[in-house]
T-cell receptor, first 119, second 113 residues
């Protein structure tokens, strides 16, 4: 069974369109994340949610809006797509937001990624 | 500011040779350190992590890493590389007072037969 899954795997769209990427985890984790990996393979966190509550919101254009209908799902909606949004977007989950606070070592499990190409 | 540096962008080794991938971090507090591997077209898989205790950490696929506080390093090693180890390797530091992971820029490993 896939632990963290994302759909679609590939997404090609034109500038100005609105698109969504879906993420689901079946690990029973409380925390989910979105990362962006640029063309140079640099990974940067965008958002994190804990039990449907937004926790981390990095400096991301407000065209990006995460939505968590329940703690097993975290979707990413992008409005008015731009060329610079082309990247691979990874979803991840971890057992508990406070894992690092407590020194408990909760690692993040990553999905396979969604390659977004904006033309 | 917190940062992770992987000085080697690209490393090429022969199958069966030993491997060491370098990682240096800059972080004022106790670091939580991770190594992830990304195979082509795949997501990231955790190889190993260091939170506390023994500074030599064993991971999956025969990898190990050693935390050296004095050198702010967390280098990844493998005694004998297999062709299937060809991938991108990322070092990351977890920030103690947040839930963020700061990633290095990655090291691409090529393995020749």
């Amino acid at each position: 069974d896939t632990a963290v899954s994302q759909t679609p795997k590939y997404l090609v769209t034109q500038m100005g369109n609105d698109k969504s990427i879906k993420c689901e985890q079946n690990l029973g984790h409380d925390t989910m994340y979105w990362y962006k990996q640029d063309s140079k393979k640099f990974l940067k966190i965008m958002f994190s949610y804990n039990n449907k509550e937004l926790i981390i919101n990095e400096t991301v254009p407000n065209r990006f809006s995460p939505k968590s209908p329940d703690k097993a799902h975290l979707n990413l909606h992008i409005n008015s797509l731009e060329l610079g949004d082309s990247a691979v977007y990874f979803c991840a989950s971890s057992q508990d937001l406070l894992g690092i606070y407590r020194g408990l070592g909760y690692e993040q499990y990553f999905g396979p990624g969604t390659r977004l190409t904006v033309t | 500011a917190q940062s992770v540096t992987q000085p080697d962008i690209h490393i090429t080794v022969s199958e069966g040779a030993s491997l060491e991938l370098r990682c240096n971090y800059s972080y004022g507090a106790t670091p939580y350190l991770f190594w992830y591997v990304q195979s082509p077209g795949q997501g990231l898989q955790l190889l190993l992590k260091y939170f506390s205790g023994d500074t030599l950490v064993q991971g999956i696929k025969g990898f190990e890493a050693e935390f050296k506080r004095s050198q702010s390093s967390f280098n990844l090693r493998k005694p004998s590389v297999h062709w299937s180890d060809a991938a991108e390797y990322f070092c990351a530091v977890g920030l103690y007072n947040t839930d963020k992971l700061i990633f290095g820029t990655g090291t691409r490993l090529q393995v020749f037969p």
